[in-house]
């Protein structure tokens, strides 16, 4: 590649839309993002097409290739087939480990590009540090593969800082935080209390917003008993409940539907089921306050806390590590982890009082401001102009 020719890189990710997850959703933001001046982009995702290179077409204008039937040892050959078949300069590999079915081979997937395509340069991006699947009592051999798979490669990104600091040492290590996947972009004409009464949900009862899978480690639960201590509110569930890439989710998604039962929620609680993201954007601008009480604290690597910051809404959420990105009171109101009377409390407090919620919606625009796209495109291309500037052994 010529020294000013821009970076021409195969984005490997587990999985990307249509399928529903994080990571796909952010792949396919950093790849609009990254425009031709910054770098020339094709995309490889699992699916039923094998065979030809990611190439655009009319139908095709992002050159994604659905190519990959499974992501262990067999992926590899279609990996190289499709770096050769772009003439890469780069490969960025988006890891999550569920994105991968928690393969336990694919942390070998750099270690052995660098055998059968030693000119190319490999980077990756750790969406969070959960170790794959080996056997039984792996242990501490789990974590080691991600170490593993972050020193096989050229350069680490993660959007995380912490997780950089838990890596360890590893080479052009960065941390590019996130941008919401969701642009605050409702329907043309949409007005909150019309919207409630098209969907059967009071006007002008309070209306509290959940945004994201019903994964286990959402809070959802302390979400519902929170609730039953507000008599008057509703609470709104937005977005589809199961992702494509963590199969306990359809099994806490039953869990939770039986506890909305047993503290007697029905009719309290509505469900949009998966919806466009203009329709996804409507239900949270049409919501009093939004309540994303994970079990693991706030951060930055999640992409429905981006979205609530986003579209200036009043959050409540739970503290999360001491680098958080949160300031309680400024920007949102931090409770603690699996603490139902705390969470109610601070619902309470949000919906009775009008001054709060205006300085929460508008510390949470001014908090979201700092993430955008452009940045955390220019941040990419800076990185892959310093890995393609390494030496090619």
């Given at each position: 590649?010529?020294?000013?020719a821009?970076?021409?890189?195969?984005?490997v990710?587990g999985?990307y839309?249509?399928?529903?997850?994080g990571v796909g959703?952010y792949?396919?933001?950093?790849?609009?993002?990254?425009?031709?001046?910054?770098a020339?982009?094709?995309?490889?995702?699992?699916g039923?097409?094998?065979?030809?290179?990611p190439?655009a077409?009319?139908?095709?204008?992002?050159?994604?290739?659905?190519?990959v039937p499974?992501w262990?040892?067999?992926?590899?050959?279609?990996?190289a087939?499709?770096a050769?078949?772009?003439?890469?300069d780069?490969?960025?590999?988006?890891?999550?480990?569920?994105?991968?079915q928690l393969?336990?081979?694919?942390?070998?997937?750099?270690?052995?590009l660098?055998?059968r395509?030693?000119a190319?340069?490999?980077g990756?991006?750790?969406?969070?540090?959960?170790?794959?699947?080996?056997?039984?009592?792996?242990?501490?051999?789990?974590?080691?593969?991600?170490?593993?798979?972050?020193?096989?490669?050229?350069?680490v990104?993660?959007?995380e800082?912490?997780?950089l600091?838990?890596?360890?040492?590893?080479?052009?290590?960065?941390?590019?935080?996130?941008a919401s996947?969701?642009?605050?972009?409702?329907?043309?004409?949409?007005a909150p209390?019309?919207?409630?009464?098209?969907?059967?949900?009071?006007p002008?009862?309070?209306?509290?917003?959940?945004?994201?899978?019903?994964?286990?480690?959402?809070?959802?639960?302390?979400l519902?008993?929170?609730l039953?201590?507000?008599p008057d509110?509703?609470?709104?569930?937005?977005?589809?409940?199961v992702?494509?890439?963590?199969?306990?989710?359809l099994?806490e998604t039953?869990?939770?539907?039986?506890?909305?039962?047993?503290?007697?929620l029905?009719g309290r609680?509505w469900?949009?089921?998966?919806?466009?993201?203009?329709d996804?954007?409507?239900a949270?601008l049409?919501?009093?306050v939004?309540?994303?009480p994970?079990?693991?604290?706030?951060?930055?690597r999640?992409?429905?806390?981006?979205?609530a910051?986003?579209?200036?809404?009043?959050?409540?959420?739970?503290?999360g590590?001491a680098?958080?990105?949160?300031?309680d009171?400024a920007?949102?109101?931090l409770?603690?982890?699996?603490?139902?009377?705390?969470?109610?409390?601070?619902?309470?407090a949000?919906?009775?009082d009008?001054?709060?919620?205006?300085?929460?919606?508008?510390g949470?625009?001014?908090?979201?401001?700092?993430?955008?796209?452009?940045?955390?495109a220019?941040?990419?291309?800076?990185?892959?102009?310093?890995?393609?500037?390494?030496?090619?052994s």
């Open positions: 590649m010529h020294a000013s821009p970076a021409r890189v195969l984005m990710s999985e839309p249509p399928r529903l997850g959703a792949t396919a933001r950093l790849c609009a993002a990254l425009a031709p001046e910054l020339e982009v094709a995309v490889l995702t699992a039923p097409h094998p065979g030809g290179p190439e077409g009319a139908d095709n204008p992002r050159r994604v290739a659905r190519a499974t262990g040892v067999r992926a590899f050959p279609w990996v087939r499709a050769r078949a772009w003439g890469a780069l490969l960025h590999l988006q890891y999550q480990a569920g994105a991968y393969s336990a081979t694919l942390p070998l997937l750099p270690l052995w660098r055998l395509l030693p190319l340069r490999l990756v991006t750790f969406h969070d540090l959960r170790p794959p699947y080996l056997f039984p009592k792996a242990g501490p051999l789990r974590p080691a593969a991600l170490r593993l798979l972050a020193r096989a490669c050229h350069g990104v993660c959007t800082a912490a997780d600091r838990a890596l360890g040492p590893a080479p052009h290590c960065r941390h590019i935080p996130l996947n969701l642009d605050c972009q409702p329907p043309p004409g949409f209390r019309a919207w409630r009464a098209a969907r059967g949900l009071p002008d009862a309070p209306l509290i917003g959940f945004f994201g899978f019903v994964n286990s480690s959402k809070g959802l639960d302390t519902l008993q929170a039953a201590a507000l509110a509703r609470l709104a569930l937005i977005g589809g409940e992702g494509a890439s963590d199969p306990t989710d099994l039953r869990r939770i539907r039986a506890l909305e039962q047993q503290l007697d029905a609680v469900r949009s089921g998966p919806l466009p993201p203009t996804v954007s409507a949270l049409a919501c009093d939004l309540a994303l994970f079990l693991d604290g706030a951060s930055g999640r992409g429905t806390l981006l979205a910051l986003t579209h200036g809404r009043a959050v409540i959420t739970t503290r590590p680098d958080a990105l949160l300031t009171g920007d949102a109101l409770v603690q982890p699996a603490n139902a009377p705390a969470l109610a409390a601070a619902l309470r949000v919906l009775a009008g001054a709060l919620r205006t300085r929460l919606e508008a949470a625009r001014r908090l979201a401001a700092r993430f955008t796209w452009p940045a955390i220019r941040a990419h291309a800076d990185w892959y102009r310093e890995l393609l500037a390494g030496p090619r």
